[in-house]
C-alpha cells in the first residue's frame, strides 16, 4: 500500500471523478442540440420530460464543480509538499498545471452551451476579459467573437480539450500506472472506494440543488434584490475585481496577475533547485509536525479560498438571469438574440465594469 500514499489521494479522486464526467458527458450528448435555435430547448427538455436525464445533466454540473476543487486541493498539497523539487517530478507537475488550465477551458465552455442568459452573458464577457491581452488582446477578442458558434464550443467542449487532457493525464500519471502492478485498473478502483462519500455528496446535491433552468411561476421585481445571478465560483477570481476596482487596477488584479501567478507556478521546478544532501544515512525528524503544518496550512488556505468565494457570490441564483429575463417578461426571453455579436447596438457590452456590475447588480445598472 505504500505505492498510494496518501499524499496521492486527492489526484486518485480527481481522476475518479473524471472518469465518472465523461461518462455523464457521453449520455448527454445523445440529447444535446448545438444550435442557437434548439440549445436551450434540449437542456429543458432533460428537465420537463425526462426527469432521470436532469437528474445526469446535475451530476456532471456538480462533478465539474468537484473535479476543480479537488484538483485545486491537490495541487495546493504538492505545492506545499514542494513535490515539484524532485527531479522526476518536474514533468508531472507542468502536465499537472496544463490539466487544471484545460479542465477550467471545458468547464468555460460546458458553461456556454445551455445558451440560456447566463450562458450567453459568461460567453460575451471571455472575450472582453481577452481584449485585456497587451499587444495581442483586440485581435484576439476580435477573433473570437467572429470563431465563436454553439457547434465550435460543442466541438471544443467534447472533443478537442477532452483529448488534452486525456494526453496530458497520460504523461502525468497513466504512464507511470501502467508499469505498475495492477495497472490503471487498480489504481481506480482503490481510489474509487476513496471517492464514494463524494460520489454520494454529488447524488445528493443533483437532486437537491438543481440547476436553475424553468421561468419562475412568480414573477420577482428586480429591485427586491432576490434571484440575483452571479458567475460560477471559479471565475468570481477573474471577475470579481471588476466588481470592486476600475480601469487598470482591475485588469491587473482580474487578468494579469492570475496569469501571472499561473506562469511562475508552472515554470518553478525548472528555476528551483533541490539542495543536495551530504549523505544517505541522515537521521530524519518526526514526520508528524511537518504534516501537522502541511495541514494546517492546506485548511486554511482551502478555507481563505471557498471563503472568499462565498463571500462575493453569497447572493447567488436560485433561477439566475431567468428571474427577469423570462417568456412571462415581454421582449426579454429566455433564449438571448441571435444577433448576439454586434457590439454596435449595445456598446455597454465592450466595458467589463458595467457587465460584471450588471451580472451582480442587474437593479442597479439599468
Known amino acids: 500500500m505504500k505505492r ?17 464526467q465523461v461518462l455523464t458527458g457521453i449520455f448527454l450528448t445523445m440529447f444535446y442540440e448545438p444550435s442557437l435555435e434548439h440549445a436551450y430547448g434540449s437542456v429543458q427538455s432533460l428537465y420537463q420530460d425526462l426527469f432521470t436525464h436532469g437528474w445526469v445533466r446535475d451530476s456532471h454540473r456538480w462533478l ?8 485545486i486541493i491537490h495541487f495546493i498539497r504538492s505545492l506545499l509538499r514542494k513535490d515539484f523539487m524532485r527531479p522526476r517530478k518536474k514533468v508531472s507537475w507542468l502536465t499537472g498545471m496544463l490539466s487544471i488550465l484545460a479542465i477550467f477551458i ?34 484576439l477578442k476580435n477573433w473570437l ?24 493525464i497520460d504523461i502525468h500519471v497513466l504512464g507511470t500506472l ?26 445528493v446535491l443533483a437532486v437537491g440543488v438543481p440547476m436553475p433552468t424553468e421561468d419562475p411561476d412568480v414573477i420577482p421585481l428586480p429591485l427586491e434584490g432576490r ?51 551530504a549523505g544517505r544515512n541522515i537521521s530524519r525528524p518526526s514526520m ?7 495541514f494546517t496550512a492546506v485548511t486554511l488556505t482551502a478555507g481563505a479560498l471557498f471563503g472568499s ?38 456598446p455597454l457590452l465592450d466595458d467589463n465594469q458595467w457587465m460584471v456590475e450588471h451580472w451582480f447588480e442587474p437593479q442597479q445598472t439599468w
Request: net charge positive; hydrophobic share 55%; aromatic share 16%.
Open 4 to 20: 498510494y500514499h496518501q499524499r496521492h489521494y486527492f489526484g486518485g479522486v480527481a481522476l475518479v471523478l473524471l472518469v465518472l
Open 64 to 71: 465539474a464543480f468537484f473535479i476543480i476543487t479537488v484538483s
Open 106 to 139: 471545458i468547464m468555460v465552455t460546458g458553461f456556454i452551451l445551455p445558451w440560456e442568459w447566463k450562458g450567453y452573458w459568461f460567453m460575451e464577457m471571455v472575450p472582453n476579459m481577452a481584449g485585456e491581452l497587451p499587444l495581442v488582446g483586440e485581435a
Open 145 to 168: 467573437l467572429a470563431f465563436f458558434t454553439l457547434g465550435r464550443a460543442y466541438v471544443v467542449h467534447i472533443l478537442i480539450f477532452p483529448i488534452i487532457v486525456v494526453i496530458l
Open 178 to 203: 501502467r508499469a505498475r502492478k495492477g495497472g490503471i485498473s487498480r489504481y481506480l478502483m482503490l481510489h474509487g472506494l476513496i471517492t464514494l462519500p463524494i460520489v454520494l455528496a454529488i447524488t
Open 227 to 277: 434571484f440575483i445571478p452571479t458567475a460560477e465560483w471559479y471565475a468570481l477570481f477573474f471577475w470579481a475585481p471588476f466588481m470592486f476596482f476600475e480601469n487598470w487596477i482591475a485588469t491587473t488584479l482580474g487578468l494579469y496577475l492570475p496569469l501571472v501567478l499561473f506562469l511562475v507556478l508552472a515554470i518553478v521546478p525548472f528555476l528551483v533547485k533541490r539542495r543536495p544532501t
Open 288 to 294: 508528524i509536525p511537518k504534516k501537522l503544518v502541511v
Open 309 to 346: 468565494i462565498f463571500a462575493v457570490s453569497y447572493r447567488s441564483p436560485t433561477l439566475g438571469c431567468n428571474s427577469c429575463h423570462n417568456i412571462y417578461m415581454g421582449r426579454r426571453m429566455g433564449i438571448p438574440p441571435d444577433d448576439f455579436k454586434d457590439r454596435k447596438k449595445l
